[in-house]
């Protein structure tokens, strides 16, 4: 190797005690990594020295080692895939989360540094394909469209019956052409237009003035009550004749297992339909006028 060439490998090339200073690492590390990141070498009078284009593409493909006071590594390995620590923050789920995702292989992945990567890829394609995680732009779409909006459940809660009932009601063909559903992180919801149309439709079910509907998004905000065409639910039952144990816990404010236990041990007199507990108005008074706080029973008063 005549003069020019070992000039020329000396500036494509370093060596490896200035390895070890760029990383700051020992004397052994710098040979492990010689050995196992199969590091493109040449030898220059005897001395080992490592080719600058293979050292950058080792260290854009990993995270594990960086350069003192230098650029951040990974930049490829960034560009192209995630750690299961960047899916759970984009997502907002834990970590544990994703490993369950992981283990059903529904995402393309592979190891660096004994580290499991996400390809971008296959996430890209995982993520379009359901609605149940979201991203943050997605989850504040979401957040409009959960406002403008009523779930099965919510709809259950206004009108004082269970839910699958409500989805009787949804799935009926003469109310299919009523309804609006969108599809809000994998729940399926109603729009609160469409609600309303068929609640002025219809003259079966009562919204209960115990539960708080939610206000049509630009509607005037009014005290006059409806007149009796009016388009929107007409609030103006005076008081609910059933209650569901989902009332009792707020209105004692007690948790939903012991409110489920109050009525199973049959300190609360309760009419079981499916699923569900009916509880009789005169009942349920009877249990929220007798606060746990000072064991007075105002009804006998």
């Known amino acids: 190797m005549d003069t020019m060439d070992l000039i020329r490998c000396a500036g494509e090339s370093f060596s490896v005690p200035e390895l070890r200073k760029m990383l700051g690492v020992r004397k052994t590390d710098s040979y492990w990594i010689l050995k196992h990141r199969s590091l ?4 220059v009078k005897g001395q080992i020295r490592i080719l600058k284009s293979s050292f950058l593409e080792w260290y854009d493909n990993q995270t594990k080692y960086r350069i003192l006071n230098g650029p951040p590594p990974g930049k490829a390995l960034r560009a192209m895939s995630y750690s299961v620590g960047d899916l759970a923050e984009l997502l907002a789920v834990s970590e544990d989360t994703i490993y369950t995702l992981l283990s059903k292989e529904v995402l393309e992945t592979f190891t660096v540094d ?123 039952v005076k008081e609910k004749t059933v209650y569901l144990v989902e009332d009792l816990q707020a209105a ?50």
């Not at 493109?40 to 030898?43: D, E, R």
């Not at 809000?184 to 309303?196: C, D, L, M, N």
């Not at 199973?264 to 009877?286: D, M, N, P, T, V």
Request: with cysteine; proline share 5%.
């Open 40 to 43: 493109k070498t040449i030898t």
């Open 114 to 236: 004994y580290c499991t990567r996400i390809t971008k890829e296959s996430f890209e394609r995982w993520y379009s394909g359901q609605e149940k995680f979201r991203m943050t732009a997605d989850r504040a779409q979401d957040e409009e469209m959960t406002a403008a909006t009523y779930s099965m459940p919510d709809i259950g809660r206004l009108l004082g019956v269970h839910r699958n009932t409500v989805y009787g009601i949804v799935g009926n063909e003469k109310n299919q052409s009523i309804f609006e559903c969108v599809t809000v992180a994998g729940q399926k919801r109603v729009t609160i237009a469409s609600f309303e149309r068929w609640y002025c439709s219809q003259k079966r079910y009562r919204v209960h003035t115990a539960v708080e509907a939610k206000p049509p998004a630009e509607a005037p905000e009014s005290h006059d009550p409806p007149p009796e065409n009016a388009e929107g639910p007409v609030l103006c």
């Open 252 to 301: 004692l404010g007690i948790s939903r297992k012991a409110a489920y236990k109050l009525v199973q041990s049959g300190e609360i007199l309760a009419a079981k339909a499916g699923k569900s507990y009916l509880i009789s108005a005169a009942e349920f008074y009877r249990i929220t006028e007798r606060r746990p706080d000072n064991g007075h029973d105002h009804s006998e008063e």
